[in-house]
């Protein structure tokens, strides 16, 4: 159907009932226009709603319409609900503050977008004859109370079953005598209109959030002091549900935390995060899930519980953007098929509505970096193409707003929020603003279609004009506030900013690599003016970059880890001999450090390719491999079952790392996993999209075999490899219509087309 103008209003309840107000409207059918053809809602708010049809949720969705920059775009929702319809019908909303109300960052503040909750739908119903009935929302609705008598992202939500206005989403509910059990609660009254400007509304790019597992408990165990507490075994991003039958008037509280410390919920970490739910008995058989609020959570420390809690009792849903699973690896190591699963776990946890830092403390914010150097991981393990690209409309109408800055955080609600005391004002940033160019080619790369390149091609040009602007007369990015290689190892816990590599020599690498894929797009696009422009800006970057921090035997200025593996990886050195060098300095850092990791936020994901790529995969490898602190496989042998901040925020001797910033589920440094797929797994793209292929698995210590899989827009490419005695073996699947290169170790690189081919060798003597 051809749906109707908009009609509905922005409508805000006359009483706040709690922050959790519902919404009503009671209408007929149409008659004399023949059955019903179809319906469809489309659906919005201010703060987050779930909608009924006569009791029905219409659609698996939670926490709609998400997070997006409310000042730009406010996202609604479409939904099928024909076969809901009844002669008499009721549309039914629950609001909640969610993001556009609730607390955000770390400053205690709440209600950043508006001081009012707000709700703007309208279902249009066409008829057999054509006829199309509108039912929007205007002041005609009604507005009561809840049983949610708080709710809160960060802090959680309680829920009085005692107040559940029975039938308040069906039709014949008599509103005017349905009073709370609380005396103090108000009966339903009306609703107003709140200003609100139609050109906001968004149609999503990207998926809905909805209920996307179960995970029940491993085990209920008892806290030094007493306390009860279930283990789900898995650290992930959800809430509780469960039915309970107690007495009237009685709460149980659920507290929720990632790890345990001294047998006890280790809470330090959620900071100011209240991170805990309240339930209040009825008397009778009553069911609980708090659907307005979310946590990052293994264990919940319950107390209250009516009788014995047992592992049946209850469950953790686990909550996060609809995403299909599209790459698969597997390998004969079961540490590095953990470290994998942790970095599975911490992409779903971490990608709830748009890609954040964190799911569990008081942050929770997009942050740009995080996801400028994971999206090539993101958009190899699941289909991201188009929650990325809804993210990215959002980082655009941001970076507008801020005459071409990328802020640090999408959407931004830190501009809402006081400046820490000395800390200086943000320009653009290394890494964190390459965000605008980074993601968008990865999409490019992983799903060949220029679409995202053309949406978000005047973000891009505007941050490397921008960045153009702010270099210093040496040509070089060395001036201005950088995190720079945030979170190196060797920093002090309270100065993740103190890392080995100069902020100038990373933001200067950074900057080549922005100006070398904004050219490359600009090319694409036919540009010609821009591509020639951002060439030459490349040209005198990696001029300066050579000029100022390369020495003539090929060191690189702060001489770590970091600069060598951003140099190779970003194409910086100027001849061979500087690249030959490179490699074989950051090899040999590599192995005077223990094959500890040594890099931070830039380093992390480019060491491991860097290595590979100047012939020293033996070493990629033993990193990869190593088990001490600080490590990838160091978490793992601590029990970790997601990817840590910090490459010790649990300490061996099971304390929390002392610092505030200290979070057990990030996926930033989990962008090795781009990797090991490409290099352990054997597969890369030749031509974006995959529509050509690289099949080339590099076996190395530690690992046997190892069966990677990828679901490409032109089929499935698959690669298993064995190393049987001395023999390697390789089989690969290509799509049809799909070129593959194959290139085993030291053998040389031959053509094959659709289907499964074989190939068998002496392992020995391929690598001499």
């Known amino acids: 159907m051809t749906l109707a103008p908009w009609h509905a209003a922005m409508i805000s309840p006359d009483q706040d009932f709690d922050g959790a107000p519902l919404l009503r409207k009671e209408f007929a059918l149409a008659e004399g226009h023949g059955a019903v053809a179809t319906a469809t809602l489309r659906a919005t708010a201010y703060g987050i709603y779930q909608a009924f049809i006569n009791g029905t949720p219409v659609g698996d969705d939670v926490l709609s319409p998400g997070w997006s920059s409310y000042e730009w775009r406010l996202r609604y929702r479409t939904y099928d609900v024909t076969a809901l319809l009844e002669s008499s019908t009721v549309l039914g909303v629950e609001l909640g503050n969610g993001w556009y109300r609730g607390r955000l960052a770390w400053h205690g503040l709440s209600g950043l977008y508006g001081s009012e909750l707000g709700f703007f739908g ?31 992202l960060y802090d959680g939500q309680t829920i009085d079953a005692r107040r559940n206005p029975e039938g308040w989403d069906k039709p014949d509910f008599n509103a005017a005598v349905s009073v709370a059990a609380d005396s103090a609660v108000a009966a339903w009254s009306g609703v107003h209109k709140l200003e609100f400007d139609v050109e906001r509304l968004a149609e999503p790019v990207g998926p809905p959030v909805v209920r996307a597992d ?76 708090p659907t307005k ?107 507008e707003a801020a005459d071409g800055l990328v802020p640090i955080t999408v959407p931004d609600a830190l501009k809402y929020c006081p400046a820490p005391p000395g800390f200086p004002e943000l320009e653009s940033s290394a890494l964190w603003s390459e965000a605008s160019v980074w993601v968008p080619w990865a999409l490019w790369e992983a799903y060949g279609d220029d679409s995202v390149l053309r949406n978000q091609y005047g973000s891009m040009s505007a941050h490397t004009r921008r960045v153009e602007g702010l270099l210093s007369s040496t040509g070089l990015w060395d001036s201005g506030f950088q995190f720079g290689d945030w979170l190196d190892p060797d920093a002090a816990p309270d100065q993740p900013w103190a890392a080995k590599a100069d902020t100038g020599v990373v933001a200067t690498a950074c900057l080549y690599r922005t100006a070398s894929i904004t050219a490359q797009t600009a090319r694409l696009l036919g540009k010609t003016d821009d591509a020639e422009h951002f060439e030459q800006l490349a040209a005198r970057v990696r001029a300066a970059f050579a000029e100022h921090y390369v020495t003539a035997d090929g060191t690189i200025h ?82 970790a079952t997601t990817v840590w901040e910090r490459w010790d925020s649990m300490l061996p001797d099971g304390t929390i790392n002392s610092g505030e910033m200290t979070s057990f589920n990030h996926y930033a440094l989990g962008a090795v996993a781009d990797w090991m797929h490409k290099v352990i797994g054997g597969i890369r793209p030749l031509a974006p999209g995959y529509a050509k292929v690289l099949i080339a698995p590099q076996p190395g210590e530690g690992i046997d075999w190892a069966k990677t899989s990828l679901k490409t827009p032109h089929g499935t490419v698959r690669v298993e490899w064995r190393l049987d005695g001395g023999a390697l073996q390789v089989e690969a699947t290509v799509p049809e219509g799909v070129e593959a290169d194959i290139e085993l170790p030291g053998g040389e690189r031959r053509s094959v087309g659709g289907g499964i081919h074989s190939f068998a060798g002496d392992y020995d003597v391929l690598v001499r």
């Open 214 to 289: 179960v995970v029940k408990p491993v085990q209920i165990l008892t806290s030094p002091s007493g306390k009860t507490l279930v283990d789900f075994g898995q650290n992930l991003v959800g809430w509780l549900r469960f039915t309970v039958r107690g007495k009237a008037g009685a709460a149980i509280t659920v507290r929720h935390a990632e790890v345990l410390e001294d047998g006890e919920l280790g809470t330090r970490p959620l900071r100011t995060a209240k991170a805990s739910d309240t339930f209040i008995l009825s008397g009778g058989e009553d069911f609980f899930e």
């Open 122 to 152: 309208q279902l249009d119903i066409e008829y057999a004859d054509g006829h199309v009935q509108s039912v929007a929302s205007d002041t005609t609705w009604q507005a009561g109370p809840s049983s949610t008598m708080a709710n809160d």
């Open 558 to 639: 702060s001489d770590c880890t970091t600069v060598y593996a951003l140099a190779i990886a970003f194409d910086l050195l100027e001849t061979s001999s500087q690249r030959e060098f490179a490699g074989n300095r950051l090899a040999a850092l590599v192995r005077d450090n223990d094959y500890r990791v040594s890099t931070g936020f830039a380093g992390t994901p480019f060491i491991t390719g860097a290595l590979t790529d100047t012939g020293h995969a033996d070493e990629a490898y033993r990193l990869l491999m190593e088990e001490g602190c600080p490590s990838w496989l160091y978490p793992v042998t601590m029990g």
């Open 293 to 399: 609020t979310f946590h990052g959570f293994r264990y919940a420390e319950i107390s209250g519980w009516p009788g014995t809690l047992t592992q049946g009792s209850l469950e953790a849903v686990v909550v996060h953007s609809e995403l299909e699973r599209t790459g698969e690896f597997e390998c004969s190591n079961p540490l590095v098929n953990q470290l994998h699963r942790n970095i599975v776990w911490g992409l779903k946890g971490n990608f709830l509505d748009l890609p954040t830092d964190c799911p569990q403390r008081d942050e929770r914010l997009g942050w740009t970096g995080d996801i400028a150097v994971f999206a090539p991981t993101a958009a190899f393990l699941y289909d991201v193409k188009g929650f990325l690209q809804d993210w990215l409309l959002d980082l655009a109408a941001e970076q």
